[in-house]
Structure formats: C-alpha cells, structure tokens
C-alpha cells in the first residue's frame, strides 16, 4: 500500500517539486499518483489568496519517484 503523505524527517527521501499547477489540478494529479502507488502531496498555498491563480500550487513527491510520476503525467498529456 503506498504512503499518502511525504515524510520530510526521512533523510533518505527528498521531496521536489514534480510540477505547479492550479489547485484542483494538482489534486487531481496527487490522486493519480497516488492510485500508482506514488506518494504525493498538494504543496501549500500562497499565503495571498490571488497568487495561486497566477503561479499554481506544487505538486510534491520524493525525488525517488520523479522520473516515474514525470512519465505518468506526460502519458496523461499524450492521451488527453
């Protein structure tokens, strides 16, 4: 069963930045992983209200499984 959530207190295990999206994007894109058994997390918000609009929301996963989650998502983009 995959982890839901990305333990920073896990030395072994960076967290990057898989990509920045818009909100409901990212949630979407975090429930994909997830169903792949990629640990992912929405990163946090802006702490003003109109920025995550403009910039997006990262989507978070261990630097382990960058390479997997990047080819599950560009295979989203190629069949969408």
Known sequence: MAQDHLDS???????VELSRVQP???EVIVARLRAA?????VGADSVYPSLPVAD???????AADLQRARELIEGD???A
């Open 24 to 26: 409901i994007e990212a």
């Open 56 to 62: 997006g929301v990262p989507v978070l996963v261990a």
């Open 77 to 79: 983009d190629q069949t």
């Open 37 to 41: 058994g990629i640990a992912a997390i």
């Open 9 to 15: 207190r896990d030395h072994d295990a960076a967290i």
